[in-house]
């Protein structure tokens, strides 16, 4: 078993920057890998970003890219989002997800344990 915890979310005007936080606990945290996804009331989930165990590697939704950034760091067990110039669409829940396997994908299958979620809220 996987426990994730997200923290970080809140209110910011477009714009603005969040940095989210997830911190795992239960099996070994460096061996999977670790991603982002996030859904808006009335959508699907969806991908944000992923990361590889060894963070050699990061892939990114085409929304956020040159906006977010996915790091690690495995001592501390912990996976971030920088989410900086901030725009009202990114507004929705934000779950931190770990993967079944040590490489980053963006199928939202490849991830099975989920944090509860927080929420982020951009006004225009």
């Known amino acids: 078993q996987v426990q994730l915890e997200e923290s970080g979310g809140g209110l910011v005007q477009a714009g603005g920057s969040l940095r989210l936080s997830c911190v795992a606990s239960g099996r070994t945290f460096s061996r999977a890998a670790m991603a982002w996804f996030r859904q808006a009331p009335g959508k699907e989930r969806e991908f944000v970003a992923a990361i590889s165990w060894s963070a050699d590697s990061t892939y990114y939704a085409d929304s956020v890219k040159g906006r977010f950034t996915i790091s690690r760091d495995n001592a501390k067990n912990t996976v971030y989002l920088q989410m900086n110039n901030m725009k009202p669409e990114d507004t929705a829940v934000y779950y931190c997800?770990?993967?079944?396997?040590?490489?980053?994908?963006?199928?939202?299958?490849?991830?099975?344990?989920w944090g509860q979620g927080t929420q982020v809220t951009v006004s225009s």
């Open positions: 997800a770990s993967g079944r396997f040590p490489i980053a994908t963006t199928t939202i299958a490849h991830y099975n344990y």
